[in-house]
C-alpha cells in the first residue's frame, strides 16, 4: 500500500495563556485550566499564518529526504476548509515555496480527521507511481475561530496551532507503513458546531448542550479499532502506541480505558500543548521518534475525530528510520 518516508511538525512563536483567556473572557482561570490543563500554549500570533508552519514542516523533511522536487507528484493540503486566504489553494501555496511545479495540488477538508484522510488518498489507486512521492500537509487555523470573549465557548479554549507535513510514497524505502485505515461519520451531528461570521471573522458556536457525543466518540473510534484489528489479526494487546487527538484529557483517558489500552501506551502533552488540530497526533508521533521510544515492528494507531462528525482509525507499523 505505501507508507511515510519522514514527517515533521511546527509550531508558531506566540502562545496564548490561561490569563489572556480570562482577560478577554472573564472566565476564572481555575476554570479554564480544566479546559486547556496549561498554562500556556502554542497559537498563531497577528502576522502569523497556518501555511507558513506547513512550508516550514515541509522543509524540514525534504533538507533530510533530499527527493528531486520533479519527483513529487501530489501536494495536498489537509484541514478545516477556513484557510488564511480565502478562496485560494495553500496547497499550491507551498508547492510554489518549495519549487514544486510538477505536481497536482489540491486541498482535502473533514477538519481534525483530514490529516489521515489526505494519507489515505495519497496512497490511493491514484497516488505515486514508481519512483514518485506526494506531500502531506496539515495545518489549520483553530485558535483564530474561537471566540475568546464568549465564555460559552470556554470548552474551546484549549484550540491552539500547529502543522506537519508527510512525505509518502508507494514504492520506495519508508518509516512507517500504512497497514490499514477505517472511518466513518455520523451525520445526525453535523450541526451541533458551526462556525459564524462575527466580526469580519469566522467563530465556532455551539448549539445548546445535548448529550450523546461522548458516547458516540467511545462507540465510534471503538468500532472502527475493532475493524482495524479484525482486517490486521491483531488485539488490543498488539497495539504497541495508541495516538490521539488532544481535545479532550477525560475523552482520552476514557477511551483507552474502555478498549484497554494503558496509558503508558498513549501520549498525554496536556500539560503543555493545547488541542493543535489535526497535528495532535503526528505531535505525539514526533515525539516518540525523538526520543527513540519507537522499535522496529511496532504497531501505532491513530484514533482522529472532527466536526461533523468524522472519526478515524489508521494503523501504521514502524519500520525504522529511513537513509
Not at 29 to 48: N, W, Y
Not at 229 to 235: D, K, Q, S, V, W
Not at 292 to 297: I, M, Q
Request: glycine share 10%.
Amino acid at each position: 500500500m505505501g507508507g511515510i518516508v519522514d514527517f515533521d511538525v511546527c509550531f508558531p512563536a506566540s502562545r496564548i495563556s490561561a490569563e489572556d483567556l480570562h482577560t478577554t473572557s472573564g472566565v476564572p482561570v481555575p476554570d479554564i485550566l480544566e479546559v486547556t490543563h496549561s498554562k500556556e500554549f502554542p497559537a498563531l500570533g497577528e502576522h502569523e499564518l497556518s501555511w507558513e508552519l506547513a512550508l516550514r514542516a515541509a522543509s524540514a523533511v525534504l533538507r533530510r529526504t533530499p527527493v528531486p522536487r520533479g519527483a513529487i507528484r501530489q501536494v495536498i493540503y489537509a484541514g478545516s476548509g477556513e484557510w488564511d486566504v480565502p478562496f485560494w489553494s495553500p496547497a499550491a501555496k507551498v508547492a510554489h515555496e518549495l519549487g514544486i511545479d510538477r505536481a497536482h495540488c489540491f486541498e482535502v477538508t473533514n477538519f481534525c480527521n483530514a490529516g489521515s484522510v489526505a494519507l489515505r488518498v495519497a496512497l490511493d489507486g491514484a497516488g505515486p507511481g514508481p519512483g514518485e512521492y506526494a506531500l502531506v500537509l496539515v495545518a489549520d487555523r483553530l485558535s483564530r475561530m474561537v471566540d475568546r470573549t464568549d465564555p460559552g465557548s470556554r470548552a474551546l479554549f484549549n484550540f491552539g496551532d500547529a502543522a506537519a507535513a508527510m512525505l509518502v510514497t508507494a514504492d520506495g524505502p519508508r518509516s512507517f507503513e500504512l497497514l490499514h485505515s477505517a472511518m466513518r461519520t455520523d451525520p445526525g451531528w453535523v450541526d451541533y458546531y458551526a462556525g459564524e461570521w462575527r466580526q469580519g471573522r469566522v467563530r465556532i458556536r455551539r448549539e445548546p448542550h445535548r448529550p450523546g457525543l461522548s458516547e458516540a466518540y467511545v462507540a465510534n473510534f471503538s468500532a472502527l479499532l475493532q475493524e482495524t484489528l479484525t482486517a490486521l489479526g491483531r488485539t488490543p494487546d498488539d497495539i504497541d502506541h495508541f495516538l490521539i487527538n488532544q481535545g479532550d484529557r477525560r475523552m482520552h483517558e476514557r477511551l483507552l480505558d474502555t478498549i484497554g489500552i494503558p496509558a503508558g501506551r498513549s501520549v498525554f502533552n496536556y500539560d503543555r500543548l493545547g488541542h493543535m488540530g489535526g497535528a495532535d497526533t503526528l505531535i505525539a508521533l514526533r515525539e516518540l521518534a525523538d526520543e527513540r521510544r519507537l522499535r522496529s515492528g511496532d504497531l501505532v494507531v491513530l484514533a482522529t475525530s472532527a466536526m461533523g462528525f468524522s472519526w478515524g482509525i489508521t494503523a501504521l507499523e514502524y519500520r525504522g528510520i529511513q537513509g
